[in-house]
């Protein structure tokens, strides 16, 4: 008995769009979870006092930094639309196959347009 083939090299399948934005849903959570804490602790650095914030505001000059925001900002951007549309399907909207494709290609959409919007916002 002859066993199937198993193709383990994941740049070879063609996933579909619906998989794709699962996958990256999860992907920006796992940003969303490395970026928050060190944000947050650059924030509370800022409102401490005057040197705090000035401190702050020399570090958010750099490119390394402008580029993690922008990261971040594009994980919260993403994960907050792919959420809602993964809140709508567990109340049974969007669960067909049409409509789902559909549905994904519109968080894609937004995605693009937020995070072009916000990125120039932080450049």
Known sequence: MSKPPVNLNLFTIQFPITALSSI???ISGVILFFLTFPFISLVLVAIQ?????D?????????????????????????????LRHLAMD????????????????????FLVMTVIFSFLIW
């Open 91 to 110: 109340f049974g909207y969007w669960e067909t196959l049409k409509a789902s494709r559909y549905s994904a290609m519109i968080v894609y959409l937004l």
């Open 24 to 26: 990256s849903h999860r």
């Open 49 to 53: 006092s005057q040197e705090g914030f």
């Open 55 to 83: 401190y702050a505001s020399v570090l958010m000059a750099h490119f390394i930094m402008k580029s993690a925001l922008t990261l971040y900002v594009a994980a919260i951007v993403y994960h907050f639309f792919s959420g």
